[in-house]
């Protein structure tokens, strides 16, 4: 049986049972301030092994590595990025010595603090190629599965999500989400499961920045927009400030107890992040015991999705209306303005047609004489700047500007004019 079977198998007769937090532990370990907590591995392996340990002792059906931050942006931060394959096999091979066959060990992937056009710099090639650099070691040092978490960025996570989709990776993905339930970005719960679902997750969700009670409805918000298996890991309360120290006071029976209703909400995996102890997953073990997740089907909606917009389309909803106006067929001032890279019309065309109900953009780029790929990739990145929430339809019959388009879109688009 394979990997997503036996997790597939167990979420049928009950929950699956994550870990808790690692960072104060290890600190209590001898983690100094100000050093990453990736360093332990290089410094005193032992004192994360125990720390694993505990956490198996505790019930945790998957331990995750100590690797959150072990991609290059993050480690060269602390001067570490020569050490990153090193990290990142070390993170699962400790992990692996702590817990043997009694546990699954999921390797942690956490964000790269770099930000993506339009917010910054990097495009989606560019972050999938330093996820991909991060995967490689932690699936050749023989990680069950990658947990990507605490993701704030719709593009982002997709962009690790896609480094683990070709690099062989099973994964499970999680964001944080705010009050009002978005993300950083602006994503919901549903644009999340809209995403991720052609990557094949082993399951979505939110961990952070919540305790259990108010990460309730987002966890209903995950149940209601996907069959996926739903994940969460909540803090052990809200965050309190006491002095200059951050802390969480939800004690493990509290914890446990709001927790386990995360069942009946929808989630079938549920651990623990900030604050949360051996001793808080202990008493989550033992108020979940006998509780059976529900199991989902899919709706059979056909969805797209922008980073903060979804569209549907399906034998029971309204017509889904794509507007074909970004064309430059028949069109002479697109003809003018593309080969000179000016996107004012493109622009002017995309938000009218938002503005008189188009739930997708149809972007063409076929100019003459000019290279169909770098335009698509110019338009793509512009309208996704300008209008995030609207799903796009890439547009052409060449297959190299189909691959540059999606190489860029960050969403779930459409594909037209396949030939």
Known sequence: MNKRDKVREIIKSRVLIGDGGMGTLLQQRGLKPGHAPESMLLDNPSEVAAVHKLYLEAGADFVTTNSFGASRPK???????????????????????????????????????ELMIPMGTLTMPEMVEIYREQVRPLRDAGADFAIIETMGDIAELQAAARACFLEGMLFMASMTYDMAGRSLAGSTPEVTAVVLEPYAPLAVGTNCGMGPVEMMDRVVDYAAATAVPV?????????????????????????????????????????????????????????????????????????????????????????CLIGERINPTGRKKLLKELPEGVFTQVKKDATQQVKRGAALLDVNMGVPGVSESDLMIQAVTTIQGMLPETPLSIDSNDPDTLIAGLNHVIGRPLLNSVT
Do not use: W
């Open 231 to 319: 994940i969460a890991q909540p803090n052990a309360g809200l965050p309190e400030l006491e002095g200059n120290e951050t802390v969480f006071k939800l004690g493990p029976d509290e914890f446990a107890e709001a927790a386990a209703k995360m069942i009946d909400a929808g989630a079938a995996i549920i651990g623990g992040c900030c604050g949360t102890t051996p001793d808080h997953i202990a008493a989550l073990k033992k108020a979940l015991k006998g509780q059976v997740p529900e199991q989902r089907e899919p709706s059979g909606d056909v969805r797209f999705a922008g980073r903060s917009g979804v569209a549907v389309a399906g034998y029971d909803r309204p017509y």
């Open 75 to 113: 480690l060269e931060q602390h001067g570490l990025e020569s050490s990153l394959e090193k990290i990142n096999r070390l993170a699962v091979e400790v992990a692996r010595s702590a817990v043997g066959d009694n546990a699954f060990v999921a390797a942690s992937m956490g964000p790269t603090g």
